[in-house]
């Protein structure tokens, strides 16, 4: 079954032609990184305004690089949401045009779900399996998630973040430390050999005992810690002093130090047979190593889709879609974005 999967939700022009849920044939993103990157994050406007320029260009050369026609296609899937409307609007209007021209299934996709199959993707073109139920920890710059997954396609929301996404908290704190956007991969860098325990962090604990996160209290942690002691941002991440490298390894060491003690102490009430992190964030050093090591302590196997995979993009859209087709999910013609819409 041969699926076109299209990908908009935020700020990367995605699409990719997936056959049956896990060969990629193509895989292309238009980045919008050096657009934004001067305001030190994504601008709606201007996102969905580039969008725009790239749908058409994009879907041409994943079908080109696919060595197919549309008439090939045995379904279209899209990203309904959650994300950014405008930008979701492209991505929805496009896939309806197209499967609507060619007379094709339209499938919606859940931006979330395409993470959590993404290294179902992964596995299944290693000839592998991911053994289920499983727990997955959705990590990105607008979700911080814990799902159970009992199997493809179904999702039990676990816990989420109650203020901030993780890697909107990196943004920020590489944003106040003019250290450019996106700020999770320079953080990620800086942190590469520095002083992670130079400042001790306070993790915030969720007192009614779930398995929710709490993102600004840290955020705002590393302000008064910059106003305390006059650090000054940085003309250039390439010129960050020990200082800042330190503060920001520090700062990386709690984040991710959160993730996992709420996914570990997840995993031990629920039993699953393995572990799943994806998601943006799931590209980050500390991160993959930590997560790999909680898996290790709990006996389990951990799947972590590859960094092409990770961030946004369409083949986890289309394997998602491929995954959908075969729960009998598709979309009418007055399918809409729907910028909040939930996983369930």
Not at 146 to 160: H, I, W
Not at 186 to 210: C, M, N, P, Y
Not at 293 to 312: H, K, M, V, W
């Amino acid at each position: 079954m041969i699926v076109l999967g299209i990908e908009t939700s935020c700020d990367e022009t995605a699409a990719a032609v997936v056959v049956d849920g896990h060969d990629v044939r193509s895989n292309v993103i238009a980045s919008q990184v050096d657009l934004h990157a001067r305001f030190g994050g994504v601008v709606p406007e201007l996102a969905s305004r580039y969008h725009l320029e790239n749908i058409c260009p994009v879907i041409s050369k994943a079908m080109s690089d696919a060595g197919l026609a549309y008439p090939e296609l045995d379904a279209v899937a899209v990203t309904q949401g959650p994300g950014l409307i405008g930008s979701l609007l492209v991505g929805v209007q496009a896939a309806k045009a197209i499967a609507f021209v060619h007379g094709k299934p339209l499938i919606p996709v859940h931006h979330i779900a395409g993470h959590v199959q993404a290294p179902f993707l992964s596995a299944a073109a290693a000839g592998g399996s991911i053994p289920l139920p499983a727990l997955a920890l959705v990590v990105s710059g607008g979700h911080t998630h814990l799902y159970e997954v009992p199997e493809e396609g179904s999702y039990r929301l676990v816990g989420r973040t109650r203020d901030d996404a993780a890697g909107e908290a990196f943004d920020k704190v590489a944003k106040l430390m003019g250290l450019g956007y996106p700020g999770g991969p320079v953080i990620d860098r800086l942190s590469q050999g520095a002083d992670d325990h130079a400042i001790e962090f306070t993790i915030a604990r969720i007192k009614d005992g779930s398995s929710d996160y709490s993102f600004s209290g840290i955020k705002t942690a590393v302000l008064l810690h910059v106003r305390r002691h006059g650090i000054q941002p940085v003309a250039s991440p390439d010129d960050a002093p020990q200082e800042v490298r330190d503060l920001v390894a520090s700062f990386e060491r709690a984040v991710v130090t959160a993730l996992l003690r709420r996914f570990k102490a997840a995993a031990q009430e629920l039993s699953p047979r393995s572990l799943i992190v994806t998601g943006g964030v799931a590209a980050n050093t500390r991160l993959r190593r930590e997560a790999a090591r909680t898996a290790e302590s709990l006996g389990l196997p951990i799947f972590i889709p590859p960094i092409a995979l990770s961030t946004d993009n369409a083949a986890m859209i289309g394997a998602a879609g491929f995954v959908g087709f075969r729960m009998g999910r598709r979309a009418g013609w007055d399918l809409n974005a729907s910028p909040q819409l939930p996983l369930g």
